[in-house]
């Protein structure tokens, strides 16, 4: 159940930081610039976070930064702060990409091998369906799209808390 939570979340917020990437103040090509860069990134500290400190500690982390990000970039847009948006857009989407490269592999992490294609299948099936939401979301008059950001990373950073790891 708190995977599908971190599908259902990561999957949104993923695809909902980039839909929203045209309404964020600032210049859009630069914006989608520093975003696209971050994701890059993201992809590659994944596999290092997780062997570092393991899927519980990384998945909270990853919400975490997006989380407090996102607030940030509700907090600049409310009070024309323009200059720090491309950095708060880097750290939203650095988070929520890296921790949607993670769900993947922390499937692998904490089932059981006989049974890690079907939870596979249903949390992306989950993940997939709720998706479908992400550009109603962002179409929602501004703040709106960010505090829902906020509110999905954060209750998954609070739910990734609760994973256990597979025992060998």
């Known amino acids: 159940m708190i995977m599908m939570v971190e599908w259902l979340s990561v999957c949104v917020c993923y695809f909902l930081i980039g839909l929203y990437i045209k309404y964020v103040p600032g210049n859009i090509f630069v914006n ?3 975003s696209s860069l971050s994701e ?11 062997n570092k400190f393991g899927p519980r500690k990384t998945l909270f982390l990853l919400y975490a930064i997006s989380t407090f990000t996102s607030i940030l970039l509700v907090m600049a847009e409310t009070f024309d702060l323009l200059l720090i948006v491309p950095f708060l857009v880097l750290g ?6 890296a921790a949607f490269s993670a769900v993947y592999m922390v499937n692998v992490k904490i089932f059981p091998t006989e049974y890690q294609g079907t939870i596979f299948g249903i949390c992306n099936l989950i993940g997939r369906f709720s998706t479908i939401f992400a ?5 929602m008059p501004s703040p709106t799209p960010l505090i829902v950001f906020a509110g999905l990373c954060g209750l998954s950073s609070l739910t990734a808390l609760k994973l256990q790891e597979k025992k060998e």
């Open 32 to 34: 989608t610039t520093f």
């Open 40 to 50: 890059a990134a993201s992809n590659i500290l994944t596999f290092i976070f997780l």
């Open 92 to 97: 939203s989407r650095f988070g929520v990409a």
């Open 135 to 139: 550009p109603f979301v962002a179409e």
